[in-house]
């Protein structure tokens, strides 16, 4: 951990936009529960995001689609109960934002009121930016998410890098400058050309979060059980993996399973 960084007790938005200022990178991991979070809190990362990957990560959905408002709530207050200075983003999940922005600033505030959270993430530009406007209005802070935006899979039909062309690279770079001058604190580029990447976080002086948008933006995030080795089949190129807990954790159920059956599970010194 950095001096500067090292001194911060909370990570606010403030300290996030003089990270960048000063070149530092932002660590982001996705939490969905208490235990996780503590570990990554405590580990240092800066920013804890609530992600509607809970969906698929918890819930064993296909898609980020099914998860609703109580439930992103539910898994954004055992975060919140955890957390001592990381920064927690809460997903807005599919259908409590789009089209309507009063309805999102009810879908923020109940999440902001009922978790304790910090701030909210909206998928999309230009055809969101009424309700981050009306969801910033209420002085809650908003992070954008641009490139590929899962909560709109059935329309682009696949999960392949965004924005190689020219016109989908243009749209993409006019929505990050659009959401910067809104007020968004930061954004999320998911699975773009490193070139882009490279290219918008150098227009903003918000800080811009990839995955899979290669090297140059100012952080990383990763959806922790894909980091952890939990998701075992799941194998973008973007990802790396640091444990392969799916394997480690089968064999540790195996084991104790094994003790239990030969009956070496409790031994003398495991009972009263
Ligand atoms: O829901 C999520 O985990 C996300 C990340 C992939 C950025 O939005």
Do not use: W
């Not at 996705?30 to 809190?41: H, N, P, Q, W």
């Not at 980020?64 to 539910?74: G, K, V």
């Not at 999440?111 to 910090?118: L, P, V």
């Not at 929505?175 to 882009?196: H, N, R």
Request: hydrophobic share 40%.
């Amino acid at each position: 951990m950095s001096a500067s960084v090292k001194e911060v007790k909370r990570i606010t938005t403030h300290v996030l936009r003089n990270m960048k200022a000063q070149g530092e990178k932002i660590s982001m991991l996705t939490a969905y529960d208490y235990s996780m979070a503590r570990i990554l809190d405590e580990a240092g990362i800066e920013i804890l995001l609530v992600g509607d990957s809970a969906s698929n990560v918890m819930a064993g959905h296909e898609t980020t689609l099914p998860i609703t408002l109580d439930q992103m709530i539910y898994h954004a207050s055992s975060v919140i109960r955890a957390v001592k200075r990381s920064l927690v983003v809460v997903d807005l999940p599919f259908g409590s934002y789009q089209g309507n922005s009063m309805k999102a600033l009810e879908s923020a505030i109940r999440i902001m009121k009922e978790s304790g959270a910090h701030s909210v993430k909206l998928e999309g530009g230009e055809e969101i930016v009424e309700s981050v406007k009306r969801i910033l209005s209420a002085g809650i802070p908003v992070m954008g998410h641009l490139g590929l935006t899962p909560q709109s899979i059935y329309k682009f039909g696949t999960y392949t890098v965004r924005a190689k062309k020219d016109d989908e690279a243009k749209k993409l770079k006019e929505d990050a400058l659009l959401l910067e001058e809104v007020g968004c604190f930061g954004i999320v580029l998911e699975k773009i050309p490193a070139a882009l990447g490279k290219e918008v976080s150098e227009s903003l002086s918000i800080p811009t979060i990839g995955i899979g948008g290669g090297p140059h933006t100012d952080g990383q995030v990763l959806v922790s059980h894909d980091l952890l080795g939990i998701t075992k089949d799941f194998k973008p190129r973007f990802l790396r993996r640091y444990l392969e807990l799916y394997d480690m954790i089968k064999e540790a159920a195996q084991e104790y399973a094994k003790d239990v059956k030969s009956g070496d599970f409790p031994n003398d010194k495991e009972q009263y």
